[in-house]
């Protein structure tokens, strides 16, 4: 089913369709959760504790943001917040390797789709690469769309900043204007880093991390029940 926001947009044709991966395109049951229990037990905050379940709350609250910026604000100082870093995309990466992450049903045909229908889709992540290439390795991804763009790839900074929406717009130049781009995620950060690019169209979906509250308080366009239902959108909008 698609819900349209409050206030919906018609959006012009669009021709790159930029897409968030654990939540949206990806589900990995929760391993966010898990790795970071790993990365804050090595630095000493154990689950359980008043201070680890403080931390969780804002981890759950910044689903989508760039997950080095999460520990530099949980843990202050830029070494523990590294090290942090790297514990969780090392116990994030070994549980990937294990078999615990899957399509969102439905999510690799909709690419396939937005393809077919000659749309460019790009992948993009607030994990570092290596982390992402581990997912696209686990999926069989690799070869499935052109582009794929971590916080890194983009200058550094990840969602909710727009830099990698611009930097897919620039690097594909499969559109004329960023009008002509679809955002698509499931955190309030997806959402937001679309609005401040100027995507033409702004999609919240509810396969992950926030809600329609949030989708629409972050200025979502339209509101999803799945990335499945992206295709169809995409060709009443164009």
Same mark, same amino acid.
């Given at each position: ?9 018609? +959006?012009? /044709?669009? @021709?790159? %369709? =930029? #897409?968030?991966?654990a939540g949206?395109? $990806? ?18 905050v ?34 523990r ?14 549980l ?18 937005? +393809?077919? /229908?000659? @749309?460019? %889709? =790009? #992948? ?5 690469? $290596?982390?992402?290439?581990?997912v ?10 052109p ?24 690097r ?28 033409g ?35 009443g909008?164009?």
């Open positions: 089913m698609t819900t349209p926001a409050p206030t919906p947009t018609t +959006a012009p /044709d669009i @021709r790159l %369709v =930029v #897409l968030d991966m949206t395109t $990806v589900a990995d049951g929760g391993l966010v959760e898990r790795a970071f229990d790993t990365a804050a037990r090595e630095l000493g154990e689950p359980g504790t008043p201070g680890h379940t403080e931390k969780l709350d804002y981890v759950r609250a910044t689903m989508g943001e760039s997950k080095i910026s999460v520990f530099r604000h949980l843990f202050g100082d830029e070494d917040a590294q090290h942090a870093n790297t514990a969780f995309e090392k116990a994030y990466g070994e990937v390797d294990g078999g615990l992450v899957a399509p969102v049903p439905g999510a690799r045909e909709a690419i396939e789709e937005l +393809a077919a /229908d000659g @749309r460019t %889709v =790009v #992948l993009t992540t607030g994990f570092a690469r $290596v982390t992402q290439d581990a696209l390795d686990a999926l069989g991804w690799r070869d499935l769309v582009l794929t763009l971590c916080p890194a790839d983009a200058g550094g900074r990840g969602r909710p900043y727009p830099d990698m929406v611009l930097a897919a717009f620039l594909t130049g499969a559109a004329d204007a960023v009008r002509q781009v679809a955002v698509v995620g499931d955190t309030s950060y997806d959402v937001l880093s679309g609005v401040r690019a100027g995507a169209l702004v999609a919240g979906v509810r396969t992950g991390a926030h809600g329609d509250d949030a989708f629409r308080e972050a200025g979502a366009t339209h509101l999803l029940d799945s990335v499945a239902g992206l295709p169809a959108l995409l060709r909008a164009g």
